[in-house]
């Protein structure tokens, strides 16, 4: 293809000789050159005609959310500043009397909480807006309704120095329920 290009090309200018000019003059003013090649101000003007010539130019952000403009003063937005723990310690602090999880509900101060129920407490002089979200025998699951944060408050937490029996033959006076315990209950002696 290209020979019979270049072939037609110069049958042509035979022909007819004054189009040799015009295609001479032509490829003087377009001339193709690779942009690693050039240097100085003729690269910078290169970049900046094909910086115009870029999508991204035009917008103001980035695909990333990033500003376009090198020179902005990016000023950070302040953040309110929240105890970390505040809800937490808020959590803690509530005294569970009695927790009957069949029924789904609890007791504190006498005053009777079940599934679903919401209300404020406060603690160290902030408001917290709880809600109940689940009650069980290993815990209760309360949630900040301000925030969705869940906090789990456990249950059968035993005081600093104790810890869980690992079966009823280390307490005085309590026998395993077993075949050879078949000794009769005594309710006299209460």
Request: aromatic letters at 4%; proline letters at 5%.
């Amino acid at each position: 293809m290209m020979c019979t290009t270049v072939l037609s090309l110069s049958i042509s200018l035979a022909q007819e000789p004054h189009l040799a000019d015009q295609i001479g003059e032509a490829e003087e003013t377009h001339v193709v050159t690779s942009s690693r090649m050039l240097i100085g101000q003729q690269k910078e003007d290169w970049l900046d005609a094909m910086s115009q010539k870029v999508v991204v130019a035009k917008r103001v952000t980035g695909p990333f959310g990033m500003t376009q403009d090198p020179n902005i003063k990016i000023t950070k937005p302040r953040e309110q500043k929240v105890e970390k723990g505040a809800f937490l310690e808020a959590i803690a602090a509530i005294k569970i009397n009695t927790v009957m999880p069949s029924n789904r509900l609890f007791i504190s101060n006498a005053r009777e909480f079940t599934v679903g129920d919401e209300f404020p407490i406060i603690k160290n002089q902030r408001q917290f807006d709880i809600e109940v979200v689940a009650i069980s025998s290993k815990g209760i699951i309360f949630k900040n309704s301000a925030t969705g944060e869940q906090v789990r408050k456990k249950l059968n937490a035993l005081p600093v120095g104790m810890k869980k029996s690992s079966g009823l033959g280390t307490i005085p006076g309590v026998y395993a329920a077993d075949a050879k315990n078949n000794r009769p209950l005594n309710l006299d002696d209460e």
